[in-house]
């Protein structure tokens, strides 16, 4: 789904989140559209596939661990989401927008991934020691890292930029 045509029907999907995070059924059900894609080619189940999916990750069900092998969901928004050792083994990928998802561990081979989008957010280098609190800016633009190393950095979210680094700082 593009990012345009997600936009036009945003209320909808906000309400099928709803429906997903007030009811374990709605949720089961969902997952089954997505597993009905391996078997099933056509075109109305193959939206309602890629719908499922989108609607699922917009809800921040996790995929974790799970078995999406040969699935078909082209032009799914994956967004933001999260497929930790997830199985997409054969699976038709093409089109997805799988921006700043976490596929750490997951299984792609043979999966087709034309034209997915993939993009990560920029790593945020310059502490020398653990960070251990992250905060944004209330506009978004703008986050602070707080480090054992005893700096406090300020840092441009688009881009990962260092803006200003504070020294002296204290865990208390």
Same mark, same amino acid.
């Given at each position: 789904?593009?990012?345009?045509?997600?936009?036009?029907?945003?209320?909808?999907?906000?309400?099928?989140?709803?429906?997903?995070?007030?009811?374990?059924?709605?949720?089961?059900?969902?997952?089954?559209?997505?597993? *009905?894609?391996?078997?099933?080619?056509?075109?109305?189940?193959?939206?309602?596939?890629?719908?499922?999916?989108?609607?699922?990750?917009?809800?921040?069900?996790?995929?974790?661990?799970?078995?999406?092998?040969?699935?078909?969901?082209?032009?799914?928004?994956?967004?933001?989401?999260?497929?930790?050792?997830?199985?997409?083994?054969?699976?038709?990928?093409?089109?997805?927008?799988?921006?700043?998802?976490?596929?750490?561990?997951?299984?792609?081979?043979?999966?087709?991934?034309?034209?997915?989008?993939?993009?990560?957010?920029?790593?945020?280098?310059?502490?020398?020691?653990?960070?251990?609190?992250?905060?944004?800016?209330?506009?978004?633009?703008?986050?602070?890292?707080?480090?054992?190393?005893?700096?406090?950095?300020?840092?441009? *979210?688009?881009?990962?930029?260092?803006?200003?680094?504070?020294?002296?700082?204290?865990?208390?």
């Amino acid at each position: 789904m593009s990012v345009g045509l997600m936009n036009e029907h945003l209320e909808e999907i906000r309400e099928h989140v709803d429906l997903v995070l007030q009811h374990a059924a709605y949720k089961e059900k969902l997952f089954d559209l997505v597993r *009905a894609s391996r078997t099933r080619t056509d075109t109305k189940t193959l939206t309602a596939a890629a719908n499922a999916a989108t609607i699922l990750v917009a809800a921040r069900e996790p995929f974790s661990g799970l078995d999406m092998r040969s699935i078909k969901i082209p032009g799914a928004s994956l967004r933001n989401g999260i497929f930790h050792r997830t199985d997409f083994t054969g699976a038709d990928l093409s089109g997805v927008d799988g921006s700043h998802g976490l596929f750490s561990e997951a299984r792609l081979e043979d999966a087709n991934m034309e034209e997915m989008t993939i993009r990560e957010y920029p790593a945020l280098q310059g502490h020398a020691g653990e960070v251990h609190s992250v905060v944004y800016s209330p506009d978004g633009k703008q986050l602070a890292s707080a480090s054992f190393d005893g700096t406090v950095r300020v840092w441009e *979210a688009c881009s990962g930029a260092c803006l200003q680094t504070l020294h002296g700082h204290t865990r208390r």
